[in-house]
């Protein structure tokens, strides 16, 4: 059909139409009716009465003419929206620094907060990955009322009296530790797997895929050994195939039988690749060193964890009379599981999230300072349109598109940088909660983002779009007003002030941040790791019945290793510093002196070292001595123990030739004391330090042992040359992981620094977005008063006062916003405090040198635009209104 | 369509036949096709009205205030181009229509 162009009849007009169109058909009608010979009245009365319903009739005409003019309207919007799409891009593409800086503060925003609330989502929110996660918890210990601050493990003791007398936990297991060598299939591997009860599986809810899982009667001592493989495991070395259900594997030198194989969806809450029934149901008391088991357990339907937790100190407490020295002042402390296992980053994610959705918040607010600046430079663009004839709402609504489209692009490039930034900020979670939980940019997140950038275009693209629309018409047509109103000024002001304001909070996190990670590179950690190499050696009971063929063997294992080469220094350490798990404190009884009643023993960090060993890390001696040969197998025990443990055991006193037990027993073997090494941060800088006791590994044999390797030179060379020597020494023993020192000192640091990268990253870009605001209204304020300035100039005023005259607005907004963010950072610099090490929330250094360092930036920002009007000409100045 | 109890399209088809010779007020076409149908069709004469209208809505027909015979201001509605194709269309397919039905309904035996 021809598009024809037609004037559309109003409503009203069609009403009046219908209505004498009606007349006039009336009257036909009884004229005709008279000429058949009726009377008027009579003859008006039948023509009404032939018409039918009139009213029906006109409403019905109504109706025909208001659904073409809404389906017209419709099509006419469409038309409209279009233009204002294409007029919006056009007005972008004709300002591209505007378009820049607003896209990138809206990429930068939504994009690092699609990232974060993505991570945040994935790791906090979403449950673990096991049936009614929210009914798991993790059962610890509390010592706290005897001294110890962590959650401790259980005691097989508290464990069945937990078991059976908790009716809040429908279901609880044990589990420990585990770490056999997998020999007979290929390479020896050592694994990392756990024994746990019987009840284990059915406690998390998740069976395995294939076979079957434990039952009560695998779970003794004299059962037939069998494990469960996980499926990354069965795939890895068994081939994915089902066919290894009921074969006997080599572990350790024992033989297992497969019975199980579990899903690929499974997730144990410590990367394990196997696990084993405890088989050893330790139903005898069990003195103070035997705190053993971890367990998990299942609240039963309806049980809150405070009943769990009254129910299960109860149950500790009826152990009392039995075994007074393990369980009195002894509680319970239940963690949801969700809490134990992604509790530790929670505080810096929730954090972060608080950084991002600053810079997003200063990214709106630059956008909208930017679009006031730019729609009161538009003023008399929009006189003139509004003198043309286009209504107040069409001019609203055309600067709304603007905003709109702009945030809609800007949300595009957001959501894309958010994609990348989800896995740069996934970096930030421990491998360990990864595991479990994996990372994914959010749906809900890039949802969320999408809706914020709309309600920020609409809401910063109304503000501008109200004040630019109310144009005083004949004010603006005759000439720029100088002040396009203190209203619209004020606005401007305000949202430079709250930029900078927000920028100053973000900058003075990523300074204590920074400071934490200084403090962390400059702690005395005790000892120097420097090139070490490091690997883990095994010695099976199965396999090495007697520990003093495994001595033997170790000390010839060295003995090699040393005379290679390429290898430059060899010892061992079984627990050396920052290795993660196999800990295990003992009680350390100073001159064997019992404790006098409710004072807990301290418990002291045993380490079996070679003699060289304390060298080779770098720990120094303060006193005594170092190991030498006359602390061998059969003399009396020595030991080297740490300041800490000096400090703590003889209080002011010289500790060297004094001597400890580990308990009350007369004949507890005594370690004496030949030497004191400086404080050792066993667990990274930002732990507490450990005593710690280190003994000779001729007087304190291990099967289980950390080789420390110094290369002499390539350390490539030297892991070969550790392979070939282990491999020869015995081909069934397996090799660890053999990592470096300093990538394991880079772990315990990895955290804070990626933390400290990221806000600094978010700090830095809030700055910049916020010192743009400033230029761009400084820029525009230059530009308004053109003319007075011109005038100023014209009558004498000097154009250095000029500039003094603009500096001075910038610099009282910078000190009012620079103010305001330090007030808002001394409120909201707490939430860091978990995330910071050697540094006060409010610490002076961070709050005097940055705001300073932002107002000098500001104040900088101001003074470009303002020599601007120094350089002003008056006679151009005032000959161009 | 209120006030008719024309079959579907009968009415519209109506108006635009009485069109055919030339424009025509709203009271002419009815009494066109008043006589043309024995009044019969029509029960109401005001349901004329929303069905003009409707095919002015769809431009088949144009419409103008002039003066009637009778000296009257009235508004006369024309055929326009694509009322008079519709008009074609409508007549052929109508008559189709007319003729089965008409064979069907007299028909004698199954």
Redesign the interface.
């Given at each position: 059909m021809k598009r024809t162009f037609r004037f559309e009849p109003r409503l009203q007009d069609v009403e009046e139409d219908v209505r004498r169109e009606i007349e006039a058909h009336l009257a036909e009608r009884s004229r005709e009716f008279e000429a058949q010979g009726m009377a008027p009245e009579a003859a008006r009365q039948a023509a009404i009465a032939a018409f039918g319903d009139r009213g029906a009739i006109e409403a019905e005409v109504r109706a025909v003419h208001r659904q073409t003019v809404t389906a017209r309207r419709r099509t006419l919007r469409w038309d409209e929206l279009r233009q204002d799409v294409l007029t919006a891009v056009r007005g972008l593409v004709r300002s591209p620094l505007y378009t820049a800086v607003a896209l990138l503060a809206l990429a930068v925003g939504i994009g690092a907060n699609t990232a974060t609330f993505s991570v945040l989502r994935s790791v906090v929110m979403r449950p673990l990955p096991y049936p009614d996660s929210g009914e798991l918890v993790q059962v610890w210990t509390d010592h706290r009322a005897r001294g110890r601050a962590e959650p401790e493990w259980l005691s097989p003791p508290q464990y069945f009296a937990i078991r059976d007398q908790v009716p809040a936990f429908s279901a609880i297991a044990g589990y420990q530790g585990w770490g056999p060598s997998l020999t007979g299939e290929g390479d020896p591997e050592a694994l990392a797997g756990a024994a746990v009860n019987a009840d284990f599986l059915t406690v998390l809810q998740v069976p395995p895929a294939l076979g079957r899982g434990f039952s009560a009667a695998d779970d003794d001592a004299n059962a037939a050994p069998v494990v469960i493989l996980t499926d990354g495991l069965w795939r890895r070395r068994f081939g994915g195939d089902p066919g290894v259900l009921g074969r006997t594997i080599q572990l350790s030198g024992q033989g297992w039988q497969v019975i199980g194989v579990m899903p690929a969806s499974f997730r144990p809450p410590e990367p394990w690749q196997i696990l084993r029934p405890i088989r050893r149901p330790v139903t005898s008391r069990c003195n103070h060193g035997c705190i053993v088991l971890r367990a998990i357990a299942r609240l039963a339907p309806g049980a809150t964890i405070e009943q769990a937790s009254q129910q299960t100190a109860a149950a500790i407490a009826r152990l009392i009379p039995e075994s007074p020295e393990d369980n009195s002042r002894v509680g319970s402390w239940l963690v949801p599981l969700q809490d134990q296992l992604v509790g530790p980053v929670r505080p810096a994610l929730l954090a972060l999230a608080g950084a991002v959705a600053f810079v997003l918040l200063i990214a709106c607010v630059n956008l909208a300072s930017l679009t006031t600046v730019r729609a009161a430079a538009r003023t008399r663009e929009f006189g003139v349109r509004a003198a043309l004839g286009a209504g107040r709402g069409r001019i609203v609504r055309q600067l709304l598109t603007e905003t709109v489209v702009l945030a809609l692009m800007g949300g595009g490039l957001g959501i894309a940088a958010g994609v990348v930034g989800t896995r740069v900020l996934a970096a930030l979670i421990p491998t360990q909660i990864l595991e479990v939980q994996a990372i994914g940019v959010d749906a809900v997140a890039v949802m969320t983002m999408v809706g914020v950038t709309l309600l920020a275009g609409l809401l910063f693209g109304l503000l501008p779009a109200l004040q630019g629309a109310q144009p005083n018409l004949m004010g603006v047509l005759r000439t720029a007003n100088p002040d396009d109103g203190r209203r619209a000024g004020m606005v401007r002001r305000g949202l430079v002030v709250a930029e900078l304001a927000l920028a100053l909070v973000l900058l003075v996190g990523a300074g204590l941040l920074l400071r934490t990670l200084v403090n962390l590179q400059r702690t005395d950690l005790g000892f120097q790791p420097g090139q070490l190499i490091i690997t883990n050696v095994a010695y099976p009971s199965a396999r090495f019945p007697e520990i003093a063929t495994v001595s033997s063997n170790l000390e010839q294992v060295l003995e090699q290793l040393r005379r290679h080469p390429a290898i430059a220094a060899a010892e061992v350490d079984d627990v050396p510093p920052l290795a993660p798990g196999g800990d295990q404190d003992v009680t350390a009884l100073p001159d064997g002196r019992i404790p006098p009643p409710g004072v807990e023993p301290g418990g002291i960090w045993y380490r079996s070292v070679s003699p060289g060993t304390p060298r080779l890390l770098g720990m120094r001696l303060v006193a005594g001595r170092e190991f030498g040969p006359e602390d061998r197998a059969g003399a009396g025990l020595s030991v080297i123990i740490t300041e800490e443990a000096a400090r703590r055991l003889w209080p002011g006193e010289d500790p060297i030739g004094r001597f400890f037990t580990s308990g009350p027993d007369p004949d507890s073997q005594r370690a004496t004391v030949i030497g004191v090494v400086a404080d050792v941060r066993h667990d990274g800088p930002r732990e507490p330090l450990k005593m710690q006791a280190f003994f000779s590994v001729a007087q304190m044999p291990t099967r289980g042992t950390s080789l420390l390797i110094l290369p002499s030179g390539d350390p490539a060379a030297a892991i070969s040359a550790i392979r070939e020597i282990i491999r020869d020494n015995d081909p069934q023993m397996p090799l660890g992981a053999i990592s470096s020192f300093s990538e394991r000192l880079q772990a315990v640091t990895a955290l804070p620094r990626q933390f400290a990268l990221i806000v600094g990253a978010f700090a830095t870009s809030a700055v910049v977005l916020a010192l743009i605001g400033v230029y761009g209204m400084m820029a525009y304020a230059v530009g308004q008063r053109r003319r007075e300035i011109g005038v100023r100039l014209a009558l004498g005023a000097a154009p250095a006062a000029m500039l003094r005259w603009i500096v001075a607005e910038g610099m009282w907004l910078t000190a009012v916003g620079v103010g305001l963010g330090v007030l808002v950072a001394a409120a909201t610099t707490r939430v860091l405090s978990a995330s910071l090490h050697g540094v006060d929330p409010l610490d002076r250094t961070t709050f005097v040198v940055l705001p300073l360092v932002l107002g000098l930036a500001a104040l900088l920002a101001c003074w470009i635009p303002a020599r601007r009007a120094r350089n002003i000409d008056p006679v151009e100045a005032l000959r161009a209104e | 369509m209120?006030?008719s109890d024309l079959f579907t399209g009968s009415l519209d088809l109506l108006i635009l036949k009485a069109l055919q010779w030339g424009p025509l007020?709203?009271?002419?076409i009815?009494?066109w096709i008043r006589q043309w149908t024995d009044a019969v069709l029509i029960?109401?004469?005001?349901?004329l009205?929303?069905a003009l209208?409707?095919l002015e809505?769809r431009?088949l027909l144009s419409e103008e205030w002039g003066i009637?015979d009778?000296n009257?201001?009235?508004?006369f509605y024309t055929l326009t181009r694509?009322g008079r194709l519709q008009l074609r269309r409508e007549s052929a397919r109508f008559g189709d229509y007319a003729r089965v039905m008409t064979a069907a309904l007299a028909a004698a035996r199954p």
């Open positions: - | 209120a006030g007020h709203g009271y002419a009815g009494r029960v109401q004469e005001g349901a009205y929303p209208h409707r809505k431009e009637s009778t009257r201001e009235v508004k694509s």
